[in-house]
């Protein structure tokens, strides 16, 4: 099946065809729903899950100007997404300088023919001055320093802030090199890993982008190269290796292997009006 012309690159997709190629088939193009679990102890990882959605959800509200004495109550119900936020209330990326500051800021620029997108946990900084991302991390996540700088999420994050982000900065591109990214970890078992940028690696970074977007879209039909190794940690497994078992859940978080999932009935912090 070939990849329509509408169709939008994201560092999940990124990252979903390098893990597997046969993962980012199934997912984006036949757009198969996971009938797996994804970890072997399937509630503590969905507990852990919904601990990463309530803390992202309150570091919205606060970076949308919701006071932490109407946000605290929420966290305090449950004694991990307390301890994370009070780590967070006490960072300095709680309130980072910069006369411009969005959350979970979106954007798009095209790239070898379709769309590049990224989400943003934040994005903070000043016209003309310094700009820092900041990615959120609630699990016991330890992936090393050099593999978070290779990592899909940073190589695009930096890259399309550069390439896209003109509307923050008085319609004038971003230079590269007033681009910073942070990994900040709130349950405080690592420090922060900051990764500044500059004009050299973000002509790396697209001919990088390019050059993955473009292998990806000239696969040819047939069922994509499988990759075994990643098949313990992907939801995938009931569907094409039904046999292997899957990771527990703190092995998963320990290599950033999550999914982003959350069942609706697990969605229990409410978005307080404001
Ligand atoms: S189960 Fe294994 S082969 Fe199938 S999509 Fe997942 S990683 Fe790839």
Request: net charge negative.
């Amino acid at each position: 099946m070939a990849i329509p012309a509408t169709f939008t690159f994201s560092q999940s997709s990124l990252k979903d065809y390098h893990d597997c190629p046969r993962r980012f088939q199934l997912r984006y193009l036949e757009r198969l729903a996971w009938p797996a679990p994804q970890s072997a102890d399937v509630l503590e990882g969905e507990r852990r899950v919904w601990l990463g959605h309530a803390f992202h959800r309150l570091v919205r509200q606060h970076q949308a100007g919701v006071p932490p004495s109407v946000l605290t109550p929420l966290a305090e119900a449950d004694a991990d997404l307390a301890r994370r936020w009070a780590a967070y209330l006490a960072s300095p990326y709680a309130t980072p300088p910069g006369s411009v500051r969005r959350a979970e800021l979106i954007l798009s620029a095209p790239l070898a023919g379709y769309r590049l997108e990224a989400q943003y946990d934040l994005v903070v900084g000043t016209p003309g001055g310094a700009w820092l991302i900041v990615d959120w991390k609630t699990g016991l996540e330890r992936t090393p320093r050099s593999e978070l700088e290779r990592r899909e999420q940073t190589v695009v994050y930096r890259c399309l802030l550069a390439l896209a982000g003109a509307s923050l900065n008085s319609h004038r591109p971003i230079p590269p090199g007033q681009i910073t990214m942070v990994y900040w970890f709130a349950a405080g078992h690592r420090p922060a890993e900051a990764f500044p940028y500059d004009a050299d690696q973000y002509e790396r970074d697209l001919r990088i982008l390019s050059d993955w977007i473009s292998e990806i879209a000239s696969r040819p039909e047939g069922i994509w190269p499988m990759n075994a190794a990643r098949c313990p940690s992907c939801i995938y497994r009931s569907f094409c290796a039904e046999d292997v078992p899957a990771l527990p859940a703190e092995e998963l978080e320990a290599h950033g292997e999550m999914e982003e999932w959350l069942p609706d009935s697990l969605d229990l912090l409410e978005e307080i009006a404001f």
